[in-house]
């Protein structure tokens, strides 16, 4: 008999929510409950403890709590991401606030605090595994950006900030939504000209969601750049692109506007880092991460823009030769998309309509899982599971017929769901006493939904972040630690964590994979050559520009959160507009309020921090440049990827999982030429600046 065998190792678990009885009620008594335990574990937590084996008992306990609270409180803040209604927009800022300040007291515990130096001090520690080590390293630093030594009022203060910052953050996030879900516009036939069948087909279906007749013109993603991308009507696309640059802001609807929020939030996000005695936010951001100075990122950026300046330089004059064609005499903002397919339709023959017939959804997804099971040796089944909406699938994740993850897509624009796309790991996986929690996520985007009785047909641009999403979500479900704090992408320094994402975007310029997933939606086709060549031939298309654009958002965040004191909503603006001087090609409108809704840094986790794309980026080419060498189907590549960065989490050091990959520091080589620039080897100080990291 086999029994004992088995019985000795840890069971897998894999129970999933069951939305359909997750009413705003349960949801909240769901998530008081998980609370109430925990808060009750620190109000009984011991001043004295007698030894390391108590402690880390009492730690793990903890973790149990804190595990159960992170789902419970995952569910609410996924449904208000996706599903947002009145009912749970309320549960959410209710539940917010409280939750603030059960993280400021746990933070700031001082016996807790005392326990997680205890063991890290004891001779157990050396016992432990990595995971649970880089856990309590990781927990020590944060107890002090959390002001555990704060006392009297700076410690009073500390809470304040961090719950009214919460609510602040909340309240930004839905004036985006709100904003974009208000604006829209009926549109006459004279209007549609120059649009595809299937973008009018999309207008026409807005128009019927909203119970109009015709074609309606909204701020959802997909609508928004069909226009933008299509519309021969100039005064139409100025129309769409002011009110989409205006979303939130002083010059659109006064109740959304974010002008007093964002100065708000600046203001207290200085006053806490001066509480925790750093100079400015920025200081305070970058403590946690890869990157080891203010200084030394602005000049990372700076050294990427002058790489990018002169492509840059010849991409706008190719849009202003465009622009004389159409009758432009100067290009503005809202013609730069418009002008933009026009080349790649003349200059590379390649068009984005006879292209996405051969991206049906459910061929692309196939196509991703069939790339990912063999570079990782596992496999991707869907399955049944009670879901939060009709069109979300789920899907399990096995290895040697083991299951050992889940996940769930929910990919298309819809009313109710904020913009943008990212991946939530909802539930970590865990070692559990004699089981073992597997991990679960949810993969969001807004691709643009099918239309009529044709599938959703996707476009490249979609393809790459459907893979980039993917990236973060293998990055979530193939770890192998087993503690909360630092499985999946828990505990990762935050400027690495765009590594295993942007990894994934290369797949989507490879003619291999392009085969695996690709296939007309009507006929059994894979992608054609010409047009295959003419998708790859348009890959460096307009590289340059688009990292001015990134470096300007990245600049622009550092320097608002390393200004003191804090710039009022106006000194915003004229911050802004120095960047662009300094890195812009092409003035922008005056009133673009792109700040308004910067939901990245204002509600999100990129405060002084959006800089994380272009550094891992260098990072991510660099891995992938492996692959180039060895295969890019190369499972053994593939297996030393997963082992080394993505099995990891945050129980390894970036850097140090970096090189434990690439056998070497990283290097920019590879990411010049992944943007179709010449390779300047022997300057390389944006790689010197991320290797010294
Ligand atoms: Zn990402």
Redesign the pocket.
Known sequence: MMNTAVSSLPVATIDLPDFSQLGVDKLRQNVHHALAQAQQQIAEFPEQLSDAQQALALIFELDHAENQLQQDWGVISHLNAVNNTAEIRQVYQDVLLVLSDYYTQLGQHQGLYQAYQMVQASPAFTGLNPAQQAAINLAIRDFKLTGVALEGAAKTRYGEISARLSELSSTFSNHVLDATQAWQMPLDDSQLNGLPDSSIGLLQQLAEQHQQSGALATLDFPAYLAIMTYADDRNLREILYRAYVTRASELGDSQFDNSDLMQEILQLRQEMAALLGFENYAEYSLASKMAPSVDEVKQFLLDLADKARAPAQKELVQLEQEASVHGIDQVAPWDTAYLAEKIKLREYKLSQEQLKPYFPASVVISGLFHIVERLYGIQIVEKQASVWHPNVPYYEVSEQGEVIAGFYFDLFARSGKRGG???SGFRSRMKIRNAIQLPIAFMVGNFTPPVGNKPALLSHDELITLF??F??GMHHLLTEAEVIHVAGTHGVAWDA??LP??FMEFWTWDSEALSLISRHFERDETLPSELLNALLAARYFQTGMQTLRQVEFALFDLNIHSTVPAPNSLQIQQILNEVRQQVAVLPTAAYNRFQHSFSHIFAGGYAAGYYS?KWAEVLASDAFDRFEQEGLFNADTGKAFRKAILAVGGSVDALTAFKNFRGREPQLAALLRHNGWDDDANRNPVADSVAKA
Do not use: T
């Open positions: 796309a990212w991946m980039h999403e990236g973060h964590v765009e994402s942007q794309y």
